[in-house]
């Protein structure tokens, strides 16, 4: 992998100050910058220098997003992490397959690590924003990890793929879509397919994450989602209510 890559720690909803810091500790330890909170229930940031050793200038670059979705709009490629090695329709990957996918999807765009909460973890919800999943291989007597240590194993393991948060994007790969036109394709999709009566208006959801899923794996590019958010665009007109179609 080569040193152009970029990675996004993401962490969504997290609770300890402590937890905070030390994944800032981490990131330092493996050469990674780029800190996102989401959602966060921590209200004073300051707590958690105490545990951000020489991990500080990550701390105070960190940015906050009020929601998930804004957290990962400007990513290409997203993976999940979780304890659970059963949810609905998604195969987890090992961490190591995890750091190469990464890896290799950083070559089109910004790429995120994404991170849950301490008590719930990441739901079935915050789930549908990532193309992927993880599972560290844990005993069964204690199946879940710390924060800190779970962020310890998977951006070792990113590191060794060659993965850094500088900024370059080699020029020889169109840049991929990000997630942000996705989520607004996925919206005009939505209007459009309920307008047309496709979708079912009582429970839209679950065949339009199976759409979005499709979307996702298609890996298209930048242009071609925006393509997509245009033919949509129009098509939501047409279907539109009170539209005349003859």
């Given at each position: 992998m080569r040193p152009g890559a970029e990675l996004t720690v993401v962490l969504h909803q997290t609770r300890s100050p402590d937890n905070l810091g030390a994944v800032c500790r981490v990131m330092a330890n493996f050469g990674f910058e780029r800190l996102v909170v989401s959602e966060p229930f921590v209200e004073d940031f300051s707590l958690a220098e105490k545990m951000a050793v020489k991990g500080g200038h990550i701390l105070a670059g960190m940015r906050v997003a009020p929601t998930l979705q804004e957290a990962l709009e400007d990513c290409v490629y997203v993976v999940g992490t979780t304890s659970r090695t059963q949810v609905e329709k998604r195969t987890p990957l090992t961490p190591e397959d995890a750091a190469r996918r990464l890896a290799?999807?950083?070559?089109?765009?910004?790429?995120?690590?994404?991170?849950?909460?301490?008590?719930?973890?990441?739901?079935?919800?915050?789930?549908?924003?990532?193309?992927?999943?993880?599972?560290?291989?844990?005993?069964?007597?204690?199946?879940?990890?710390?924060?800190?240590?779970?962020?310890?194993?998977?951006?070792?393991?990113?590191?060794?793929?060659?993965?850094?948060?500088?900024?370059?994007?080699?020029?020889?790969?169109?840049?991929?879509?990000?997630?942000?036109?996705?989520?607004?394709?996925?919206g005009r999709m939505r209007a459009a397919m309920l307008a047309a009566d496709f979708l079912n208006p009582?429970?839209?959801?679950?065949?339009?994450?199976?759409?979005?899923?499709?979307?996702?794996?298609?890996?298209?590019?930048?242009?071609?989602?925006?393509?997509?958010?245009?033919?949509?665009?129009?098509?939501?007109?047409?279907?539109?209510?009170?539209?005349?179609?003859?």
């Open positions: 290799e999807e950083s070559t089109r765009g910004r790429v995120a690590l994404l991170f849950g909460g301490e008590q719930r973890g990441l739901s079935d919800e915050d789930l549908t924003h990532c193309q992927d999943l993880l599972v560290i291989p844990t005993s069964d007597v204690q199946p879940s990890m710390n924060l800190a240590q779970s962020s310890a194993v998977l951006l070792y393991l990113c590191h060794r793929q060659g993965l850094t948060s500088a900024p370059a994007l080699p020029q020889e790969e169109e840049a991929g879509a990000r997630l942000g036109t996705l989520n607004a394709l996925s009582q429970a839209p959801e679950h065949v339009l994450h199976e759409l979005e899923r499709t979307l996702m794996r298609a890996r298209l590019t930048q242009r071609e989602a925006e393509l997509w958010l245009n033919a949509f665009k129009h098509l939501g007109r047409a279907v539109a209510p009170g539209t005349s179609r003859g």
